[in-house]
């Protein structure tokens, strides 16, 4: 692979993530009954980064969860033998919450798929709702997201990539070309 563009930096990732904050009350009419829950690995800080927002903007600490998809792909087979399975954490009913759910990238749309799997066999919550970074079109799926940092149109042939502080050392959105 190599290096097309950087797309966004840390300052617009930043920016991009107030405003999915601001929409997101707007929407809820403030923040009771939310839930973040990010999806592993970027997701997470994600949703920990949106609830540091959503706590300077009302006052309010909404609760965060962390979600493993692993054994809802329905890729699973195809990925590894021996899949890495990491914990889901959600320590607050769902039923009782209108959840907004954290991703990095939005492509086919079967991680979200799986994800929605995963968290209504939890529960049943008020409402589910999708917030990503970076939504890169060619869906398989019939899913859209509700929040999006970043609508970036690419080709098939390459990778966004969405880098955290807290995953990779730096915040940064990047477009590389597969080879």
Known sequence: MHHKAQILDAHEMKRAMTRIAHEILER??????LALVGIHTRGIPLAEQLAQKIA???GIQVPTGKLDITLYRDDLSEISRQP????????????????????????TGRT???ALDALTDLGRPKSIQLAVMVDRGHRELPIRADYVGKN???SKTEVVKVKLAETDGEDVVELWELE
């Open 112 to 114: 979200i798929r799986a």
């Open 56 to 58: 300077e903007l009302e």
């Open 152 to 154: 970036l149109p690419t």
């Open 28 to 33: 809820n009419k403030g923040a009771a009954d």
């Open 84 to 107: 890495i399975i990491r914990r889901t954490e959600i320590n607050f009913d769902i039923g009782t919450k209108k959840i907004v759910l954290l991703d990095d990238v939005l492509f």
